[in-house]
């Protein structure tokens, strides 16, 4: 039962920051710091995936800082939300998330910028893309 109440609590986080990052196409830090802090702690409190977790998360948040600082193609708000899926649901998991959110999103795109919607430097919002796919993953995993 804790497991759905934790798969149900990311969802309405991640659709939340969807939102916010939809509007303005970034998220406030005060927001960003009371999501981490609700799904950490939650996750912490069960103990389904534990500190082991979180450990093996950090090498992959500072790959991911690196990659943003070299390249700039992903906000930070972004990469926090990933590590807060490493720390809640598992490095396994949210690995599958960021690789189908990328995909979805190239697609996405690509169909928007054949439609002359958006611009090849138009900055879009990753988030959406990552709550879809989170709980896409959760629907079949």
């Known amino acids: 039962m804790e497991k759905y109440l934790l798969n149900i609590v990311l969802i309405v986080i991640l659709?939340?920051?969807?939102?916010?990052?939809?509007?303005?196409?970034s998220i406030r830090l005060w927001e960003l710091i009371i999501c981490i802090g609700i799904?950490?702690?939650?996750?912490?409190?069960?103990?389904?995936?534990?500190?082991?977790h979180m450990i093996i998360s950090i090498p992959i948040f500072c790959i991911l800082?690196?990659?943003?600082?070299?390249?700039?193609?992903?906000?930070?708000?972004?990469?926090?939300?990933?590590?807060v899926l490493n720390c809640v649901k598992g490095v396994f998991f949210s690995i599958v998330v960021f690789g189908m959110?990328?995909?979805?999103?190239?697609?996405?795109?690509?169909?928007?910028?054949?439609?002359?919607?958006?611009?090849?430097?138009s900055t879009i919002p990753f988030i959406p893309y990552i709550s879809i796919c989170t709980l896409g993953a959760m629907i079949c995993v």
């Not at 800082?65 to 590590?83: E, Q, Y």
């Not at 959110?101 to 430097?121: E, G, P």
């Open 15 to 25: 659709f939340l920051l969807s939102i916010e990052d939809i509007r303005h196409k």
């Open 65 to 83: 800082l690196w990659v943003n600082a070299v390249t700039k193609c992903f906000g930070m708000a972004d990469i926090l939300v990933i590590f």
């Open 39 to 52: 799904s950490v702690s939650y996750s912490c409190v069960s103990d389904l995936y534990g500190f082991k």
């Open 101 to 121: 959110a990328i995909t979805l999103a190239a697609i996405v795109n690509l169909f928007l910028y054949i439609r002359k919607k958006v611009q090849l430097k």
